[in-house]
């Protein structure tokens, strides 16, 4: 079975044995708030109200009790907290910070300072729909919103990977190949208010693993100081973080963003095998999480909690004799090209599950693997379904009715309609 | 896997029924998933909650459509609400309910021998032990007499952890006489 945490039996035997692990029942939103509070996060700065999630809430009782050393810093909106861990980050802070919906709408202008100052904060995204209407369930045109802001998207599938992740979030992000903040992404309710079995680590165990707190690792000489600093706000060494910088050098200061952005993918990779090695449980190769594709003639693409439906369903078809396999996209950002054409280049159909639409044009997901398709000699055919807007409930049904329709493709040969509105009422 | 599908009103504790109950579930070493289904957030409106278990774990994220047991908080939500709806065949349908059988079955609209009822006296013994009428975990009790879904030893363990002092005390006193007081009728 290629589903993380389940091989843990049949594996070698991780560092830390499962009977040193702490198994609790959580929801997603407690498993991050744990994760968070695990990793010695120095700053979190978060606004307190709606959208807000229980993440913070959670956390804020660790800070109440005395259990975490961390300055919390109740802000007066999104804006405010993005732009207060981005603060704290410049400091050398290891900063935290989770929103949903319309909170990630009101960061948005301060995402890219944060990752175009280098900045290695892990912000956590329940994911839920945009207004209006109003509407609090999930969908990712949230995270969708900051595809384009230079951050690492890593979309997890359930409240164990919630967990795990976040804690990895931190070793990424502050990798000195990287130095890019990291958005972990999980599905509003579907995860954050679904309690589940799962393990932790014992504290100091995640403490090893990052290293201890955070360590700033670049450095600069500066010339009116006379001396090599460390890279970050000091009073005793100033320096200016993000000055202006015009079209004589704007764009060559892109250029190692775009490196590093490109190295993140690498790095996820290695990250994911090191947690392996330490707890057992590992997610794919870190960036994609493939079941079945290897022989399938039709392969459905899926980002989030969702993948766990469409591959049950993916394996009641095989028992009926149905070739087909699905791929889990855990890394949205950077877009792991090459891994995502050698999971699909052998099929005959491939379905592009997106939980979000770029209005005018397709879902975000499917653009990026017809990008994938076009350098190769022979495509497989590519059908995009839109689903789930709105907290839309997936059942195995719908998921079913899906996987018909593109067996239908497979039989005609073409796709009728190259973008679909999956379980919406006519 | 053993669906259970929870009706309550919103602010009788569904979903912290749900969730005590997959805690008591972990601690046995089986795996759980417990979630709401939320809707406009207000008190006394109808609500659900979903409890999953099972020996392998848990793949699906999406709502229980045909749950093996169905457990009713409130007896007044059977004049609105079709808590029988995609029921298993054969399934289990766990009722605070104060009254005759026959009253019940007509209250649920189904004929006898369709599912296994339960019926608990619920809102009593809870006005009787807690001095309020919150139900939430007496149902916990009923369910498991009609399912050995979880012990009572780690149900114990889970329901301190969730109201620590009297107030555990006091609901697992509650959970033990509902469990005792549950017949199938």
Redesign the interface.
Known sequence: MR?G??RVSGGKVPKIPLEKQV???V?GDEAVAYAAKHSLVDVVAAYPITPQTIIVEKFSEFVADGEVHTEFVPVESEHSAMSAVVGAAAAGARAFTATASQGLALMWEILYIASSLRLPIVLAVVNRALSAPIN??CDHSDAMGMRDASWVQLFVE?TQEAYDTTIQAFKIAEDPEVLLPVAVNL?G???S?????IYMLPEEEVHKFLGGYRKVTGKTYVDYLGKEVEVKLDPANPLSFGPLDLYDYYFEHKVPQIEALKKAKEVVKRVNEEWYELTGRKYGDGVIDAWGVEDADIIVTVLG??A??V??VAKQLRREGVKVGVLRIRLYRPFPFEEVANAIKGAKVVGVMDRALSFGSFGPSYLDIAATLYTMKERPLLVNYVYGLGGR?????LVRKMFEDLIEVERKGEADKPLKLLGVRE | MFEVRWHGRGGQGAWTAANLLATAVMLDGRHVQSFPAFGPERAGAPVLAFTRISDEPIEIHCMVYEPDAVVVLDPTLLATVNVVEGLKKGGSIIVNFDGDAEELYKALGVSKGEYRVFAVPATKLALEILKRPITNTAMIGALLKAHPLASMENLEKAVKARFPGKMGEANMELIRRAYESTKEV
């Open positions: 589903w945490w389940s198994r609790m029942a929801n609090i369930h359930n599905d309710f579907v995860l208010h679904t309690l589940e079995d909690s969702t766990g439906t591959r049950h409930d997936v059942p195995p049904s």
